[in-house]
């Protein structure tokens, strides 16, 4: 299939949804149906076929006769390239991301347009979320502990933490994506949060604590290599610890390598999470809840460590708001 025209209406919509997509037909026509169905309706849908090689050009030509709907096809050149193409062709005073296999609430952009509104000097929104997979909801408004004290993050509070933000919850001004650049296509992972931290930089960030967007998760984006994961978030920590002081960056990287080392210890890698776990207090023993918490799931192991999460989970928003109560004072 070609790249397909804009629909007859070349007016520049008031948002461009760019949706990424490489392989998720199974997918796909919910996330662009859930874009289409929004109460804003002043939009164009940009579907980004990176090399697919399953049904997605027929899952997307279904769709192809809402004129708000755009195809275009490249060879596979990975996530950050099909953003980039998406947002280089798109036409809207603002940018919203849309991964191919998430889901927006009706309500999304709307809400969001407000805050812009509300906000003149604001360049990025974001929201909360819910996980889910092929059984239901597995944890709704992740964010709520963290948009109750940071509905307004600066900078230093983005870059001391680790990434809260998913693309599909982003809306980005055009004129902000234009003063920082596109997403980095070096980066294999952490990517997103290396545009957040550029867009805190020049302009002010915000977020709607409603869940807005469903993240889904499935065998594909759950299949983690820890590796890589590591590199790509220190190399985006580094890029962007310019006025950093060197024992704030220090306390960054060893968070990186105890987010790494929890990671570890749900993937059934107890020597490669105790390793990582050295590693950060090496760089700074201060991190006490972080290390608490992977030294207990180490010392539980196995079939306890699956039914912890179960129960986190299962209190997300009260364990949430403990875990930040403590950890926000140091």
Known sequence: MQDMPP????????????????????????????????TCEDLEVL???????????????????????????????GLSAARNKGIELSRGEFVALLDADDIWEPEKLERQLTVFGNLPECGLVFSDFATFDDRGTIAAQKNQA??????????????????????????VR????????????????????????????????????????WIRQHGSN?????????????????????GVSAWALRKRLAKIYCLNADRSVHAGKSGQALKLLVQGLVRYPFLYIDVLVVGIKLL??????????????????LVAKLYWSIYSRY
């Open 47 to 77: 579907v980004i076929d990176d090399g697919s090689t399953d049904s997605t050009p027929e899952v997307t030509a279904s769709f192809l006769k809402d004129p708000r709907v755009r195809y275009v096809r490249q060879d596979n050149q």
């Open 7 to 38: 629909g007859k209406d070349n007016s520049a919509p008031a948002v461009s949804v760019i949706v990424p997509c490489y392989n998720t037909a199974q997918f796909l026509g919910d996330a662009i149906a859930s874009a289409l169905g929004q």
């Open 146 to 171: 963290i948009l109750e004290r940071l509905s307004l993050p600066e900078f230093s509070q983005l870059f001391s933490r680790n990434n809260f933000m998913y693309p599909s919850t982003v809306i």
């Open 222 to 242: 759950m299949s983690l290599n820890i590796p890589r994961m590591l590199n790509n978030e220190i190399a985006a920590v580094q890029k962007n610890a310019a």
């Open 300 to 317: 539980l192991g196995g079939h306890r460590v699956e039914s912890l999460r179960r129960w986190l989970n299962d209190n997300d928003s």
């Open 174 to 213: 055009r004129t902000v994506l234009e003063q920082v650049g596109g997403f980095d296509t070096s980066l294999k992972s952490a990517e997103d949060y290396d545009m957040w931290l550029r867009v805190a930089r020049v302009s002010q960030v915000a977020g709607v604590t409603a869940h807005l967007v």
